[in-house]
């Protein structure tokens, strides 16, 4: 076992967002699970249920800082194929 033998991490994976509501513009930090996407998400502030945009993932995608970890991977869309 040397060194060389671990894979390579080119890019940490964030898996802290901050989403901000559409309806009330109230933000809330959430983190984000590595393996699956968020679908909806009850705003803490006004529990409006939100869903992703058309062509968004996840509720990060949309109305996140951050995108989902499979995208910032780019291993494309966690709802895809
Ligand atoms: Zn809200």
Known sequence: MSASDLPRQANAVILESMLTCPHC??????????????????????????????????????????SCPPRQQ????CAGT
């Open 25 to 66: 513009g109230f933000a809330q930090r959430e983190s984000m699970p590595t393996n699956a996407c968020q679908f909806y998400y009850e705003c803490r502030n006004c529990a409006t249920l939100l869903r992703p945009k058309p062509g968004d993932c996840c509720v990060f995608c949309s109305f996140g800082t951050v």
């Open 74 to 77: 780019e291993r494309g869309s």
